[in-house]
């Protein structure tokens, strides 16, 4: 099963994805994981990437693209994996497809989780960060066991300075604006499926998994 999530900023992306790689047993892969990754690493690819970043550039898409094909060259993706972060665009949709293609392989799913600018904004506006980490927590949804203190590794949680309610809507804009094309493209290849996540985390994840099964269970042309 190769799956990618997409989804407006507050969706819960990658809340899904991280417990969907638990029930399937496939990995999630993050290009923005990904990219801290090889940074960390100190890799080529992280060597290039910090050369932009210091600089206070974003990272080219190739670079991103080179990273992922890296990524799938690893033993666990072989049955499959969730996609989360990436594509963002149409480009990078076409940029995927050509990797896959190169392989010998295709996409089996796009889950579109559509979610209200309202449930976005409450989601948002509570979402804490760990300094360390990156771990989300959420104030209300999912609060760590001590306020103020990342349950993984102890850093020191923090609201992002994009999470205020005005910034929510203004990246909301930008988002639907990228997003729509994305959306044509996968529709007209049939690969879209569209799921309300303005439901609990739980609920939202047996509707993928029961998604994701039938479609498993289905005839192959």
Do not use: W
Not at 23 to 42: C, E, Y
Not at 84 to 97: C, F, I, M, S, V
Request: aromatic content about 6%.
């Amino acid at each position: 099963m190769r799956m990618v999530l997409l989804g407006p900023p507050g969706a819960g992306k990658g809340t899904q994805a991280n417990r969907l790689a638990e029930k399937l047993k496939l990995p999630h892969i993050s290009t923005g994981d990904l990219l801290r990754q090889n940074v960390k690493a100190a890799t080529s690819l992280g060597k290039e990437a910090s050369d932009f970043m210091d600089k206070g550039l974003l990272v080219p898409d190739e670079l991103v693209a080179r990273m992922l094909m890296q990524r799938f060259e690893h033993a666990d993706t072989k049955r499959g994996f969730i996609l989360d972060g990436y594509p963002r665009n149409l480009k990078q949709a076409e940029t995927l497809d050509e990797i896959l293609k190169a392989r010998v392989l295709d996409l089996d799913i796009v889950i579109y989780l559509d979610t209200s600018e309202a449930v976005i904004i409450q989601r948002l506006g509570g979402r804490l960060a760990c300094s360390s980490c990156g771990a989300n927590f959420h104030i209300k949804n999912m609060p760590p066991r001590e306020s103020g203190i990342c349950d993984n590794c102890g850093g020191k949680l923090y609201q992002r300075t994009d999470d205020q309610e005005e910034t929510i809507k203004k990246r909301l804009e930008v988002y639907k604006k990228e997003v729509y094309s994305l959306i044509k493209y996968y529709e007209a290849r049939k690969k879209l499926y569209r799921l309300s996540a303005d439901e609990d985390a739980e609920i939202v994840l047996e509707k993928i998994i029961h998604l994701a099964q039938e479609l498993d269970d289905s005839p192959k042309v």
